[in-house]
């Protein structure tokens, strides 16, 4: 997403500038879905598997409801949203770290179809509980007063535990949902809606008492019918789930519109939606930016240094400070830097500090090594902190790559600038800022740098593609036959044809939250896009070179072939980085790009224009 702080802003600066994504708020569609869930909690009365509970929920029916009925109401719901929680978040943390998890998902969702279909295993899991609630109404009969109250929550923290295995197929797909998705503030809502429906119907079925408990009885003749109907359903779902049927709809029923919300360790620290990988909950995403003249933050949570020993505020009075925060593979900072480094070269021995603060988009960004490397290839040699935990970042309250922030020398935020342009304005500030701290002879304002490659300035007059993401968490326009298979490999196919900005797999890859990786070779990705300049965000699985050829309209780029790439289309992968593909040298028009991979192992990750 290419963005700004608002819809001016957003419209002049398309492509200059990632934003990290608000919280989506909740909206209508949320509202629906938790009152489907709650009536679905409210209808668990009339199933079958209801049955071992009802004996204990109708001990309450002839007490006072205050102090015996809504107590053990209360300890069953709490139970039962305790132990479903655990189950999203111990299924969710066993499912991020190997595939095995999502396998271990559908055998207990497959165990919690033999229930419905087997009486006498269900019996069998629901025995210690009965006993349990039996035990507790035993001893009821001796105490009275407070002690009843307690007996009445504890008979309803064992009813919840007898309730939770079994309570209905809808919540049988909320909980592997949350196991194969992680669990989410959605999950959670969703939770303890069915709760509350469970509770509701109970709250009547005691108030009712022994009408409602003959009726039911007569209801539950055809209980085992539909038992067994339930229980072929879910195994129906386990199958296809397992032979990758779904196409995410577990997911989509536990996430719905907060996908944003799910993002990666990455925008989970800080970073967050459009630009961030992070795979979003967003801690950096509140307030908007800093009030001129706020104090610096500090610098003391930079996981590391390059080219200067650690810097603090206090080191810095003095001086005028520019924090540029910015990652290695972001077209937008990338092509920022000549400016930045031009204004460090004119300005550093006049009082003027530069900082790039390194905050990663993807995983591998996060890799010290790769920060070097890149530091290096782009020939920065100022100060550059290492901001992996964003700690930074949240200082800021910053939103941006890249971002720009302006202190003077008694370490004063003075000003800011988001994205890439208004260069000379930039400069102008530095500059009064100088002369501000006493710099009185300074050196003519810097000409602008003759940047080339993928350093380039955009051309923005022909830009109608943006940021397109090929992690299934952010992926947008995808148009292979049967979408992704979140995490599985699979064998895509390209569609007859693409419309402008849309793309697709061919081959067999594994497609995750941050990127697609080409498990066989050969492996293609096509694009119909229309801008000068197309990169795309790549990098092998290991240490093996992975070759790729790129097509324009089906034939070899010739002179339109970008720095990546020859004439004939043949490239390298050798370290994960932003590479340019295509730089059109004729008039730009639509064209369908492809890049055929001839080893397997390719991580791509996202495109980009200019």
Known sequence: ???????????????????????????????????????????????????????????????????????????????????????????????RFNQFGRTLALVLLAAFAATLLSRRLADALARPFIALGNLLIQREGTVSGRDGIVTSLLLGVATGLLWAPCAGP???????????????????????AYAA???TSLAVA???????????????????????????????????IALGWDGSLLTRLSQGSTDRLEQSLLSYQGRGGAAAQSTGVNAASVGAAPVAAAPMPSLAGATGWLNSAPLTRESLRGKVVLVDFWTYSCINCLR???????????????????????????AFERDPDNVRRAVGELGITYPVAIDDDYAIWRGFSNQYWPAHYFIDAEGRIRDH???????????????????????KDLPPASAAPAAAGIEAAPDMQHVASQETYIGYRRADAFRSPGGFADDRSKTYALPASLELNEWALLGHWTDD????????????????????DLHLVLGPAGDKPVRFRVRLDGLAPGANHGVDTDAEGNGVIREQRLY?????????????FSIEFLDAGAQAYSFTFG
């Open 1 to 95: 997403m290419h963005a700004a702080s608002d819809s001016a802003f957003r419209a002049a600066r398309r492509n200059s500038s990632h934003e990290i994504a608000s919280v989506a708020p909740m909206g209508q569609s949320l509202m629906i879905l938790i009152c489907i869930v709650f009536l679905a909690g409210v209808l668990t009365i009339v199933s079958p598997c209801i049955l071992p509970v009802l004996p204990f929920v109708f001990t309450r029916a002839d007490r006072k409801f205050s102090t015996n009925g809504l107590p053990m109401l209360i300890g069953m719901a709490l139970t039962f949203a305790g132990v479903a929680t655990l189950a999203a978040v111990g299924g969710s943390w066993v499912v």
């Open 170 to 192: 809808i919540l049988g797909l909320l909980l592997t949902g949350a196991a194969l998705s992680g669990p989410t503030a959605r999950t959670t809502l969703l939770l303890f």
């Open 197 to 199: 429906g469970a509770a």
């Open 206 to 240: 005691i108030l009712a008492g022994g009408r409602l408990l003959a009726a039911l009885k007569r209801s539950l003749g055809a209980g085992e019918w539909v038992r067994r109907v339930l229980g072929v359903a879910v195994l129906v779902a386990v199958a296809g």
């Open 336 to 362: 920022t830097l000549p400016y930045v480094k031009r204004w460090y070269q004119t300005y550093k021995d006049y009082g003027l500090v530069v900082i790039g603060v390194h905050a990663p988009e993807f």
């Open 417 to 439: 600038h988001f994205g890439e342009g208004d260069y000379a304005e930039s400069e102008r500030i530095i500059r009064e800022l100088l002369t501000q701290a006493g710099h």
């Open 513 to 532: 939250p941050e990127k697609a990786v080409l498990d066989t070779a050969p492996g293609k990705i096509e694009f119909r896009f229309l801008a000068r």
């Open 580 to 592: 340019q593909l295509i730089r059109e040298a004729s008039p730009v028009a639509p064209h369908t």
